[in-house]
Structures are given as C-alpha cells and as structure tokens.
C-alpha cells in the first residue's frame, strides 16, 4: 500500500470528486486521503501511532461547517506534533483578507479552485511537487501560485 | 399713672362730664363725700379755663397703683391754648398737689390726691371700675352722644390702622394683588401691580387687559374668566404678562377666588399673580434638554441601524464572493472538461451549445466580479496621498493587453498627488481606460489622451477618446447600474462599470460627467477634490 502523503479536507463532493480525477489522471490518487471536516482530519492525524506516517502536505478548503479551514490550519499551527506538515488553502476564490490571515497563520500557498479542466491537472501535480519535498525544506515557497 | 376714663374737653356741657366724672372716680376710691366734692370741683375748675375758646383740651382720669394698692387720685388735663388760668387758681385751694408741666408743644396740669384707705386693686377690679366709668347708664342725652360718639372714633382709628397695615402688607408683597367686579373691571390693584402694568387701573381696564395679555392669548383668558364667574369656582391660572419697564412678557400664574355675599351671590373676586418666568424658563430648558436628548437618541438609533446595513453589505459582498461563485465554478468546470474530454463525440450543435454555456458562465463570473466591486466601495479604507501618475501607469499596464490588441496610443499629461483611496482609484482610470479602450471606432486607430489640471482645491482629469461616442442625453443612464447604451453582441459589459465609478467619485466628493455625440469620440470628465476635508 502507497503511504499516504497528501489528506485534504473538503465538504464539497464535487469539488473532492474534481481534485480526484485530477489525481488519478496525474496518476497519484493513492497517496490522498480525503476527508469532509476538521474533525475528521485530527480524527486521522490522531489514529497514526508513527510521526514519520503523517502526511507530508495538509490541503484545507476554508468554507466547511463547524470548523473553518482557517481554525483547523491554527489548530494544527499550534499543535507540537503537526506544526510541520506543510498546510495549503484551498479556497473558491482569493479573498485578500483571507489570504492575508492564512498566511500569517502558517500557510504555505493560497489556491483558487480550477476553473478549467487543464487548471484541475496543473493543481494536482502542484499538490504532488509540496507532498514531495523534504519535510525541513524551510524554503517559503510563492503563494501565487 | 393707670387711665381709666377720657373726655374731650370742647364746651360747658362737657364740664358737667368732667364734674360726674371726677366725683363718680373719687367714690369708688372711697374717698369721703366733703373730698370727693373738692377733687371733683377742682377738676372741673381746671377745665373751665380751656373750653372758654375753641381747643384741644383732653381731660384723663386714672389712678397710681403701688404694689397692689390704689396710692392716689389722678386728674390730667393737656391743652394747646388757655386764655386764662383763674379755673387753676381756685383748683389750688381745693387741693394740695397741682403741677403744670410743658409735654411737647402743649401743657399738662396734673392734680393728685391721695388715697389714705390705700384700697387694694386687681386687673379685675380695674375692669369694673372701667365699666362704672364707662358704661355707667347715662343719665343725660348729651352723655350718651358723647360716650357712642367716643367709640366710634376709637373704630374708626382702629379702622384706619387695620386698613392701613393691609394696605402696607399688599404693597410691600412682589406680586400682584387685585380685585375685580362682576365685570372684570380691576377695582382695586396693589402698588406691585400698578408698577409692573405700568399705568392707572382705569387704562387696564378700558383695554380689556389687551395692553399686558399677548393679544393671541386674549379671548381665551376672558372666556376662561366668564367661565370661572359662571361656576362660581375658585380659578387657577399661568399668562403671559407685558412688563412696562422692559418691554417683555413674563410668565405669571395665579388665582382669582370669588367673593359672595350671604346669598351666595358673586359680588366680586380677590386674585393675585406671581412672576414664574424664571420658573417657567428652567422648565423650558429642562424640555429642550429633553427633546435634544431624544434627537441624539434617534440619530443614534439611525446610526446603528446604518451600521447594520453596512454589516449587511459586507455580509453580501462575503457571500458574492463564495456561494455565488461556488456553482458558476463547478459549471465552468464541466463545460471545460467536457470540451476537453469528450468534444469530438458531441454534433456541432452540442459543441455550439457547450461554447455558449462557457461565454454565458465568463460573463457571470464578470458580473458577480463587478457587482461585488460596487458593494465593497466604502470610506472605510480611510483617505491618503495618492500620486496619480502611478495610478495611470497601473491602469496602462492593467489594459495592456487590449492596449495591443487594438493598436491604441495613450497619452498622458503629468498628474498631482491627491488625497484619497488608492485601491477606489485605481479602479476608476482602469474603468474609464478600459471603457475608451472598449468603445472604439473599428475603422480608425484608437488615441487616448489622459490630461488633468488643478484650478483651486479641485483636479479636473479629462479622458477623452476618438471612438463612437454617444448621445450624452442618455449620460444620467449611463452612470446608473445595468445600464447599457449598445448590445451585448456588439460591445461587452456589465452595465456596472460607470456605475462604480460615480459611486467611487461621489465617495471622493467630487463629479463624473461626459461629453459626447455619435461619431465624434467621448470625452469624460471628472473633478476631484485634491484634499479631503473629512477621513
């Protein structure tokens, strides 16, 4: 079994439905994990026994009922055992004030859901290149992404 | 010495009263008859000397007490004038002790006898020998008229005193205190009251009162008076008054309270006035106080409710940007991968049908974008210096593209530093470039000049174009929301654009206006205040 180096959280069906393809066109679905709120990501993080099984890159949509992308990225910001996974925001569209707050939380990019198929495909080997680096890479890396 | 008796000494009949007396006095001493004789004579002797001219002779009989004990007999005699003292010669014969003494402007002669017996005297046995002096039934007519007429001139000074003590009370008062007829005529005004009104009572009353009620508060005040009279009740009352001495009204209140007589019949009113026009005035302030307080809730309230809706706004401008967008997404989406997947398999109907719902979401998202652009302008960024040839240059470099695409030349003038809202105004030149930009004529090379000039407090920046132009009677329309001058198939647009930027330059407190006709190219022109008074 491939170890698990991407979990997203997202409670659109659709937009999970999407980023999968995507993964799958790009051949690396096997290495996401997808979950549908922030209790279900600590639910996951929890259930590993072994810090070097933790994912590698967190990808957070912000508009999720009960707990936003925002808390659960400051949540895990402020969390001893998760503060290094790498944390990218996945959102509809770039709200500066958002952005502002996500990256001063800890972010590593902030990224706008495709609007395009080409886009989805872009966005998916994006997610596999963070997933990928070494984990004490401390470089910042562009949010313009 | 105690007086007991009086008599006005004026003719010979009052010699006679002077006799009695005197002789009636010394037997309720309880003198002996030969020596009530002497006392009573020598008395009368006395007198005899004053009545003879006309005068002001008094004759005071009275008695000395000494530790309770009647000690003497006195006789006083006081006049101005006497033509002669032979009455006073025999007197002395009569009786052992006879003084004359100068009181004042006039001459008193005393004659005293003593009382061997001493007899013991208390308040109570004074009183009776009073009444013995006094109210002893008279013998003789003349006695009688004497005695009634003495009492009535002891009423009528007691009369005057008391009329005089009320008239000093009255006066003295700082209100006014009147009496009225059936009529309503003033018959009697206090001194405060003929000071304040100013003139006689007669011109008060020949006016009615018009000459110090406010001539507005006139007929009420009288009906209210005829009211009053009608029932028969005691009436209060507050009214403006006209002071004499300084020309202003004050506020007065006051009652009239009828006076009846035994039938219970008005015969007339006793009433009064007070100045309360301090009083009235802290009241009117106190309500004005209130009313202002009230006022400033009310803004408040209007504040909040402003506040609210503001809120409300950003709470729009919130959702516009996510759930709004969120399905024009996901229809972009499967458009663009149907197109990418499965394009070879549709007719080219199908594949017309797929281009048009992907025209159809960009210009959705274009409108949500814009309508989103309007909501979120607000003073709330706050004013700073702003140089505009930057922001001519972001608003070159944001139309690039269709900069080249269309072949247009820009040209542009120096701009000063004003205040205002960087991200606002940069919108407003993108807006005005890209709409000279979008309007242009396809047969002729686009120029663009951006030229501003600074006359006072206020920048006039004119863009001016060599496109189609427009008919500037539709100008009002045209900076309205939605409203569009050409259709879509021809020239792209929301109908949002100008409408921000008026909005944008309304915020500024300045003007946006046009000047076009077909053909000839636009002109649009706005003013902007170079500093803003308000942040």
């Given amino acids: 079994m491939t170890r698990i180096k991407i979990l997203l959280a997202d409670d659109d069906f659709e937009d999970r439905y999407i980023i999968a393809d995507a993964f799958t066109e790009i051949g690396y679905n096997d290495a996401v994990h997808m979950v549908t709120n922030g209790e279900e990501v600590f639910a996951y993080l929890q259930a590993i026994n072994d810090p070097a099984d933790l994912p590698s890159l967190i990808v957070l949509d912000l508009n999720m009922p009960r707990m936003t992308g925002t808390e659960i990225l400051a949540n895990l910001k402020s969390n001893d055992l998760y503060r290094s996974i790498r944390v990218i925001i996945f959102s509809t569209s770039v ?22 198929y080409q886009d989805s495909l872009v966005i998916a080997r994006q997610f596999q290149e963070y997933s990928a680096m070494e984990k004490d890479n401390g470089l910042s890396l562009s949010s313009d992404v | 010495m105690q007086e007991l008796t009086r008599i006005a000494l004026e003719n010979d009949m009052d010699l006679i009263l002077a006799y009695k007396q005197g002789m009636k006095l010394a037997e309720i001493a309880g003198l002996s008859v030969s020596k009530q004789t002497s006392f009573a004579t020598a008395v009368s002797e006395v007198c005899r000397d004053i009545v003879l001219e006309p005068n002001d002779g008094l004759l005071r009989l009275g008695i000395s007490i000494k530790k309770d004990k009647a000690k003497m007999l006195h006789a006083i005699v006081s006049f101005s004038r006497a033509k002669r003292n032979e009455g006073s010669q025999y007197a002395k014969r009569l009786i052992d002790n006879l003084t004359i003494a100068e009181v004042g402007n006039k001459t008193e002669i005393g004659l005293c006898v003593n009382l061997p017996d001493s007899p013991a005297v208390t308040d109570k046995i004074i009183e009776k020998w009073n009444i013995l002096l006094n109210h002893d039934p008279s013998v003789t007519p003349y006695e009688e008229i004497k005695r009634k007429n003495k009492e009535l001139l002891l009423l009528a000074e007691k009369l005057r005193a008391s009329e005089l003590q009320y008239k000093t009370l009255t006066d003295s008062l700082p209100l006014m205190i009147f009496t009225l007829d059936t009529e309503g005529n003033v018959t009697y005004a206090n001194k405060w009251m003929q000071d304040y009104v ?3 009572i007669d011109e008060l009353n020949a006016a009615r009162w018009g000459n110090v009620v406010r001539e507005e508060d006139l007929a009420a005040a009288w009906t209210e008076w005829q009211h009053g009279y009608e029932t028969g009740s005691p009436r209060k009352t507050e009214r403006r008054l006209l002071d004499k001495k300084t020309g202003a009204y004050k506020w007065h209140a006051g009652a009239t309270i009828p006076v009846t007589n ?3 019949k008005i015969e007339s009113f006793n009433a009064f006035l007070a100045d309360i026009d301090a009083q009235k005035k802290v009241e009117q302030a106190l309500k004005d106080n209130k009313e202002l307080k009230e006022a400033q809730d009310e803004l408040e309230k209007k504040i909040n409710e402003l506040n609210q809706s503001n809120q409300e706004l950003e709470q729009f401008a919130y959702v516009a940007s996510h759930d709004l967008q969120e399905p024009l997404r996901k229809i972009s989406f499967y458009s663009d991968y149907i197109k990418s997947k499965y394009l070879q398999h549709l007719p080219t109907e199908g594949q017309m049908f797929l281009n048009n719902i992907a025209v159809a979401s960009a210009r959705m998202k274009q409108l949500i974008h814009d309508v989103l652009t309007f909501s979120t302008i607000s003073s709330n960024k706050g004013f700073s210096t702003i140089d505009l040839n930057n922001v001519v240059q972001e608003a070159i470099q944001d139309n690039e593209i269709t900069i080249k695409d269309k072949g247009a030349q820009i040209n542009y003038t120096t701009l000063p530093k004003i205040q205002g ?6 919108q407003l030149f993108e807006n005005l470039l890209s709409n000279a930009l979008k309007f242009t004529d396809p047969a002729t090379d686009p120029i663009i000049d951006i030229e501003g000039e600074v006359a006072g407090e206020m920048l006039t920046v004119k863009f001016s174009d060599n496109g189609i132009g427009f008919d500037d009677r539709y100008m009002d329309k045209m900076f309205s929301l939605f409203q569009r001058l050409h259709t879509r198939d021809k020239y792209e ?8 930027c008026k909005k944008i330059v309304t915020l500024h407190n300045g003007e946006i206006s046009a000047v076009s006709s077909p053909g000839n190219g636009s002109t649009f022109i706005v003013r902007l205040p170079v500093t803003q008074t308000i942040n």
């Fill in chain 2, 198 to 200: 100013g003139g006689p």
């Fill in chain 2, 262 to 264: 035994e039938k219970g």
């Fill in chain 2, 493 to 500: 647009g929301t109908g949002i654009g100008l409408g921000i």
């Fill in chain 2, 421 to 426: 809202i960087q991200v606002h105004l940069k």
């Fill in chain 1, 95 to 116: 709200n500066e004030k958002e952005k502002k707050q996500c990256m001063a939380l800890g972010a590593l990019a902030y990224i706008t859901k495709p609007v395009k």
